[in-house]
Nanobody
């Protein structure tokens, strides 16, 4: 059974940084595309960034130049380094795995950016 567990969220002032982690189990991690999504209160869940099995990375425009997604296949972990955080980055951040046509989600970690 696939399990994704996020961590690293918290409260930070605008301009600060956080690094989120997502540890995967029950999966062949290295072959999967891993993604981060976020959902602000009262809004839909939006895609933030993704990294493929070949380490290609993609970002939504609003986080380009501020966020960096990376992966460590030896640790079955995907990271999201978030710098220059803004109040509008406040959301629950979710990890998502795409594996051979199936999708798995973590339970999320709260990120709150104060102005």
């Amino acid at each position: 059974q696939v399990q994704l567990v996020e961590s690293g969220g918290g409260l930070v002032q605008a301009g600060g940084s956080l690094r989120l982690s997502c540890v995967a189990s029950g999966t062949i991690f290295s072959i999967n595309t891993m993604e981060w999504y976020r959902q602000a209160p009262g809004k839909q869940r939006d895609w933030v960034a993704g990294i493929t099995s070949t380490f290609n990375t993609m970002y939504t425009d609003s986080v380009k130049g501020r966020f960096t997604i990376s992966r460590d296949n030896a640790k079955n972990t995907v990271y999201l380094q978030m710098n220059s955080l803004k109040p509008e980055d406040t959301a629950v951040y979710y990890c998502r795995q795409l594996s051979r046509g199936s999708v798995s989600w973590g339970r999320g970690t709260q990120v709150t950016v104060s102005s």
